[in-house]
């Protein structure tokens, strides 16, 4: 168990619905990151939240929207999207700092597998 | 810019057998980190090893043995007496120091058969 929850683990929505993203760390990070992956690519860096500021969108579709309401809690809200959107999303959390203090390694939620119809 | 390469798409071996994954990196940074992670079937990645650039070491933790090599750009991981339990995608990546941004490899199948 890495102490990194994510809720649902799997989501089947349409197009034109609403949905949210749920992870949890209980690590006592302060940072907190979206990742994609799908098949047949490398993982992509979606979001970065440090100290619940958001310091990264690499990119990312308007359709994706994070929020980082206090530093264990990350959504991936969710609206309009497109069959290209199925994928597994990961979070992940992490402790960054000084360099003495920070410990650098990621510890990754199980995922949510998502299915756009 | 930073890369990282995992030639091996995929890699089958019988149980007992020992096998090496490859990782090659990319990098201009000083400072800097390396990480594995094993992804089972179930989904979640599982941090494995973290080596900072100053630290040539290899490291051994039971079956699992790291060989860290600046000169060639190099992190390899090799499982001694590979078990079923280790099929998963193996995945390297890098991060630079001062940042938070991991850049992973597309990942090593690897599959042990009984």
């Known amino acids: 168990e890495t102490g990194v929850t994510q809720t649902p683990r799997h989501l089947v929505m349409g197009m034109t619905n609403k949905k949210s993203l749920k992870c949890e760390q209980h690590?006592?990070?302060?940072?907190m990151y979206w990742y994609k992956q799908s098949a047949k690519k490398p993982l992509e860096l979606m979001f970065v939240?440090?100290?619940?500021?958001?310091?990264e969108n690499n990119s990312v579709p308007s359709r994706f929207s994070p929020e980082c309401p206090n530093s264990s809690h990350l959504f991936l809200h969710l609206h309009t999207l497109q069959p290209e959107d199925s994928a597994l999303y990961l979070c992940?959390?992490?402790?960054?700092?000084?360099?003495?203090?920070?410990?650098?390694?990621?510890?990754f939620g199980p995922g949510t597998r998502l299915t756009v119809t | 810019a930073q890369k990282v390469t995992q030639a091996q798409t995929e890699i089958s071996v019988v149980e007992k057998e020992d096998v090496t994954l490859d990782c090659v990196y990319e990098?201009?940074?000083?400072?800097?980190?390396l990480f594995w992670y094993k992804q089972p079937p179930s989904g979640e990645l599982v941090f494995l090893i973290r080596?900072?650039?100053?630290?040539?070491q290899n490291e051994i933790s039971g079956r699992y043995s790291w060989n860290f090599q600046k000169s060639t750009s190099s992190f390899n991981f090799t499982i001694t007496a590979s078990q079923v339990v280790d099929s998963a995608v193996y995945f390297c990546?890098?991060?630079?120091?001062?940042?938070?941004?991991?850049?992973f490899g597309t990942g090593t199948l690897l599959a042990v058969q009984p």
């Open positions: 992940a959390s992490s402790q960054v700092g000084t360099l003495a203090s920070s410990s650098y390694e990621q510890y």
């Open positions: 690590l006592g990070h302060n940072a």
């Open positions: 939240y440090n100290f619940k500021e958001q310091t």
């Open positions: 990098t201009r940074d000083t400072t800097y980190y």
């Open positions: 080596r900072n650039s100053f630290d040539e």
């Open positions: 990546a890098l991060l630079r120091g001062a940042t938070n941004k991991l850049i």
